[in-house]
């Protein structure tokens, strides 16, 4: 065997627990050589004093061991061949110092921890582990041969750096006195933060503390699943005081949230570091605490306020925490109660029901960009919050039975006057078959082309029924060549060149038939006789009924300031015209002439005698129309244009109109439900009472939401027309009858 090579290190003393605590495997020196003279060749792998205790002590002349301070000396032998045994018995001398100094740490900590309040203690527990890692470090490099000659072929044993930090865990991070001193030390520092609200200055140390515990695999069981816990109380307690004691609003409450969250965020990636799970996990800690228990308050006194001041960014910050708690179903729903409750009261609000559409325009254009800018992940078509925002604008129209679809109709109708300029499609998309029939026969379109390609989405995407608008088109290109033919069959100088008629099916334009109409002027009636012969002549069959109440036409009226062209209604007109005959008229004479009813009357001189343009003067002064009333021609009436469009004053909402429009509605709807009803028998054959309705009121659910009483009735309807009969031994059961 050939002769082994030594190596003497010297260290320096840094702690007492490698180098001064005993070793408790030192052997008698007598046995020691003893064996070593047994084996002549063999140089001991380890003196007396070459272990970690040893390399300390002195002996006194009693064989005694004497501690001493100054440098470790470690004997390192590296053997050129191994001999059996030696690398065991080493490995085993190891196992137990390790074991022993660990022993004597958990000591130094237990002593330390009964006179040393809770931070320093924790500042001596890292500095003890920032000296045991560098320990570990040289040991390692010490005994590399141990580590790759012997160890390495055993895979039962544990590395060097194994089996120090196993040894430690066991001994020192196992132990429930340091576990929770750890803590009580942790816990302290952080509840100094919370509630100082800045950074103490012991944060390193606790950087420190988390670097170590993950080097020694104990992170998660001493620290992380602590502080989650801690968390959670702390910010539960703190909610319930800052809102029952200080009394904060949800709105103020959202600020706070918005504020911790944001510490704890902060804190985290101070301490924590990379540890990504553990930083979301403790600002969701915070979240928790301070909003899921009170998650309903929250949504309710926050959404209103913040929408009303469309404060989009705090509804965004909102947002982001229902959606962390995985909560957005309660704000969803908040939402969908919001939106649903102020269309209501824009659509209920009667006084102000002129500006309905551009207030309910108006909110709808935010709550859209709301969901743009603040909703942001529930912008799609199909999100929970999109869903909500459609069914809380239909539910909110239904506040007022038909209203909104007349008010619609109307400001459509004005737009539609303008021409599309700048709004977009969506804005159009609604129902206005009735404005699109008065538009069309004042001839106050800016374009058919327009009209045209709105009623086709309408009919695309709506509703079949917006079909009819074709049939009106059509009916005016014929009437357009039927009067272009009459024009050319009349001499050049008659007055009835000026004549424009259209002629128009009554089943399809949604007007009901006039049961009383105007007097027009004798020469106005004139030239309708000569277009009724010629119609009549090349139409035989046909019969014309004259309806003034959309008719227009341009007078040429002579003031002292000079000659103006009025455009008017042919009410206005009729009237007009009677100031050729007299200077002075009164009302009953007026209402004699014209056989204009009472109403339209008052409305017509209200027009042309107390609006802006007074083509009329009235006696006595005043913005109504009496009986007792006496016009005049206004000669001084002047206007800085050639051209005076004189508007007429139309009824707000007479009884009359408000029930023909609703018979019209009820009276499609009727239809509707029939070719519904038949649809659906044609394809099942037979059904009960109870699947024919349901299926009916799904069929037509696009259209409108049909009354149960209705379906029944229309069930019946379609009974005695014979389109479908009851079955004879089950009377709630009907049959379809091909």
Not at 51 to 67: I, L, Q, Y
Not at 416 to 423: A, H, L, P, S, Y
Not at 495 to 517: C, G
């Amino acid at each position: 065997m050939t002769d082994v090579l030594s190596k003497l290190l010297s260290l320096p003393k840094t702690s007492q627990a490698f180098t001064a605590h005993r070793s408790s495997v030192v052997e008698h020196a007598a046995d020691h050589h003893e064996r070593l003279e047994s084996h002549p060749h063999k140089t001991p792998r380890l003196d007396h004093d070459s272990d970690s205790g040893s390399a300390s002590r002195s002996r006194d002349p009693k064989g005694k061991a004497v501690e001493k301070s100054g440098p470790i000396r470690i004997q390192v032998q590296i053997l050129t061949r191994p001999h059996p045994g030696q690398g065991e018995k080493l490995y085993d001398m190891l196992v137990m110092e390790i074991d022993y100094c660990n022993t004597c740490l958990l000591h130094e900590l237990r002593r330390s921890r009964e006179t040393n309040n809770l931070m320093d203690w924790l500042g001596q527990f890292v500095q003890i582990c920032e000296w045991l890692e560098g320990k570990v470090a040289l040991l390692q490099s010490l005994l590399s041969y141990l580590d790759r000659a012997f160890i390495l072929k055993d895979k039962k044993r544990q590395n060097i750096r194994d089996l120090a930090f196993t040894s430690f865990k066991q001994k020192v991070l196992s132990s429930s006195e340091i576990v929770d001193s750890i803590r009580g030390s942790v816990l302290e520092w952080l509840n100094l933060e919370r509630t100082q609200r800045s950074i103490h200055s012991n944060r390193d140390m606790i950087r420190n503390l988390v670097r170590h515990l993950l080097l020694h695999d104990v992170y998660a069981v001493i620290f992380e699943r602590y502080i989650l816990e801690q968390t959670l109380s702390f910010y539960i307690a703190e909610a319930n005081a800052k809102i029952e004691k200080l009394d904060l609003t949800a709105e103020q409450f959202l600020d706070h949230v918005t504020e911790r969250t944001g510490e704890e965020r902060e804190r985290a990636e101070a301490v924590c570091g990379g540890i990504g799970e553990t930083i979301k996990e403790v600002v969701q800690a915070c979240r928790r605490g301070l909003l899921e228990a009170r998650l309903d308050w929250f949504a309710k006194g926050v959404l209103g306020p913040l929408m009303n001041a469309q404060g989009t960014d705090q509804l965004r910050s909102m947002y982001a925490e229902f959606e962390a708690l995985d909560r957005l179903s309660i704000l969803c729903r908040e939402f969908k109660s919001f939106i649903q409750t102020s269309v209501g009261n824009v659509v209920k609000d009667v006084e102000h029901e002129d500006d309905m559409v551009e207030r309910i325009l108006t909110f709808k254009t935010f709550a859209d960009h709301t969901l743009q800018a603040s909703f942001v992940s529930s912008s799609a078509p199909n999100s929970p919050f999109s869903y909500a925002l459609t069914d809380a604008f239909t539910t909110g129209f239904k506040a007022r039975r038909n209203k909104p679809a007349e008010l619609i109709a109307r400001h459509l109708d004005k737009l539609m006057r303008r021409g599309q300029r700048d709004i977009s499609d969506v804005e159009w998309e609604t129902f206005y078959t009735r404005a699109l029939a008065r538009r069309l026969l004042l001839e106050k379109s800016a374009s058919d082309d327009f009209e045209k390609g709105v009623l086709r989405i309408l009919k695309e995407k709506y509703d079949p029924e917006f079909g009819q608008g074709d049939h009106m088109f059509n009916d005016l290109a014929l009437s357009r060549e039927i009067l272009r033919e009459f024009h050319n069959r009349i001499p050049e100088a008659s007055s009835a060149r000026t004549l424009s008629v259209m002629v128009l099916q009554r089943s399809v334009w949604p007007f009901a038939a006039r049961t009383k109409d105007v007097d027009l002027h004798p020469s106005m009636h004139t030239d309708l006789l000569h277009y009724t012969t010629f119609y009549k002549a090349k139409h035989q069959g046909h019969k014309l009924e004259w309806d003034h109440s959309l008719g227009t036409a341009t007078i040429k009226a002579r003031f002292n300031a000079g000659n103006k062209d009025l455009t008017v209604s042919l009410y206005q007109a009729a009237v007009l015209l009677l100031f050729n005959e007299e200077t002075e008229i009164g009302y009953k004479a007026i209402l004699e002439a014209t056989r204009m009813d009472a109403s339209e009357l008052k409305r017509t001189l209200q027009s042309l005698a107390c609006a802006n343009k007074k083509v009329l003067r009235k006696r006595p002064v005043g913005r109504d129309v009496d009986e007792e009333d006496v016009f005049h021609f206004n000669a001084d009436f002047t206007f800085p244009r050639a051209k005076v469009h004189i508007n007429s004053i139309q009824a707000k909402d007479t009884p009359e109109e408000s029930k023909r429009t609703q018979s019209h509605i009820d009276s499609d709807r009727k239809h509707y439900l029939d070719a519904a009803i038949v649809r659906i028998m044609k394809a099942k054959k037979e059904l009960t009472y109870e699947t024919l309705k349901t299926q009916t009121i799904e069929a037509v659910k696009n259209h409108f939401v049909p009354e149960v009483n209705v379906i029944k009735q229309r069930i019946v309807g379609l009974v005695e027309q014979e389109y479908l009969r009851r079955d004879d031994h089950d009377m709630n059961k009907f049959i379809y009858v091909a």
